[in-house]
């Protein structure tokens, strides 16, 4: 039976990329410093995925053990120098963490003669996650293990896309997951293309499905929370029914639209059909997501490269229409939540500097160069306060 080694035992590693590499026949052995997790794992064996629908259909995933990094590293090590194929779902910020133990990894396959090539795939909702891991990991080779990983180890880039909710399992192993799934991967970049998973589609170049995910989904997913906390809802399932918010969605996905056709050889019809069909996600009335943890972290989302102020920069450098991005960009600045750290120090930031200042510092826009944009921010906000 085929090896995956996956750094990350959380709800998307179960319940997606699990998912995936049981399908495709892998045994897992899943890496998290979660105890309660590596326990039931190793105890159990197997865990359940539940899909998020009328027939609640249940999928059994099996041939699954864990290794808890943070008390037994030496083990994640030696797992990786067996194995076919390395994934994580973890989170950008934790990647550089577990650098140093896919280098001892990588070192000990250089040691033991390993000439089979494998790939590491990260998985994480970010553009550019396995090429940034590999820098990582490089930190810590030295030449000769340098050149043998340019051999030997593939960093392929991926996209992935998939709802999680809020989970209510007394089984800390179960998941529920939406039915849609997506998982793309830079087939270029592979340096195992002979090992190409089932469910997983490989392309010649990811960055129009990243563009298309990023300005779609997770804009979208944002435009309902921000719209939806501003009107006093607490769920994106009761938002997404009033009509107002329903509007604006429609009318923030019909700008990314047209950037994305664009930029990229999608068709019109090809990215309608794609919109409706996250719409219809978005109203799926079993998914149960509290708006607080869709709209958490807002200076994240208020980034130069992220959600809003990209698609926001690159409609209005086109002579595109921007305006529901920029009207739902600026409801940002009025999100609050007090169990948020970002929430509270951007509230903090507004009420003791001047407001072009906290938008041009949260959002990287240039005060010269992007003035109108920053001026236009400001009177969005101050027009809705």
């Known amino acids: ?94 990647l550089p963490k577990i650098a140093p133990l896919i280098a001892s990894g990588i070192k000990q396959r250089k040691q033991a003669k390993k000439t089979r090539p494998l790939d590491v795939i990260a998985c994480e909702n970010m553009i550019g996650g396995s090429q940034f891991l590999r820098q990582e990991v490089y930190r810590y080779l030295d ?26 399992h ?28 089932t469910e997983v589609h490989y392309a010649k170049d990811l960055e129009p499905y990243i563009e298309r995910k990023l300005f779609s989904v997770n804009t979208g997913h944002a435009t309902v ?44 019809k090809e990215l309608e059909d794609y919109h409706q069909k996250i719409i219809a996600r978005f109203e799926n009335p079993y998914l149960s997501d509290e708006i607080v943890r869709v709209g958490r972290t807002p200076l994240r989302k208020l980034g130069y490269n992220e959600r809003f102020i990209r698609p926001l920069r690159e409609t209005f450098a086109r002579g595109l229409n921007y305006q529901a991005l920029l009207e739902t960009t600026a409801l940002i600045y009025r999100f609050d939540d007090p169990k948020d750290e970002e929430s509270q120090k951007l509230a903090s930031l507004l009420a003791t ?17 992007d003035h109108v944009l920053i001026e236009q921010l400001a009177t969005c906000y101050l027009q809705h306060k």
Do not use: C
């Open 1 to 94: 039976m085929k090896k995956a080694l996956h750094f990350g035992a959380g709800n998307i590693g179960r319940g997606f990329i699990g998912e995936i590499l049981a399908k495709n026949g892998f045994a897992i052995t899943f890496v998290d410093v979660s105890e309660e997790i590596i326990d039931a794992l190793n105890e159990k064996g197997a865990y359940k995925i539940f899909l998020a629908g009328p027939e609640k259909e249940e999928q059994l995933i099996t041939n699954v053990k864990g290794i808890n990094n943070a008390l037994e590293p030496e083990k994640v090590s030696a797992a990786l120098v067996e194995t076919d194929l390395v994934t994580t779902a973890i989170g950008p910020k934790i």
């Open 143 to 168: 030449g000769p293990e340098r050149a043998y990983a340019d051999e030997y180890l593939g960093f392929p880039n991926a996209a992935v896309d998939r709802i999680v909710p809020k989970q209510d």
């Open 170 to 197: 007394t089984d800390p192993l179960s998941v529920t997951v939406e039915p849609f799934k997506e998982w793309v991967v830079d087939e270029s970049q592979l340096k195992a293309p002979a090992l190409k998973l």
């Open 225 to 268: 929370a921000y719209t939806g906390a501003d009107l006093g809802y607490q769920t994106i399932k009761d938002a997404i029914k009033d009509p107002k918010v329903l509007q604006r969605l429609r009318a923030v996905l019909s700008e990314t639209r047209a950037l994305l056709l664009a930029k990229w050889d999608f068709s019109a």
């Open 353 to 369: 500097r001047p407001l072009k200042t906290v938008i041009s510092e949260t959002t990287g826009l240039d005060p010269k160069k």
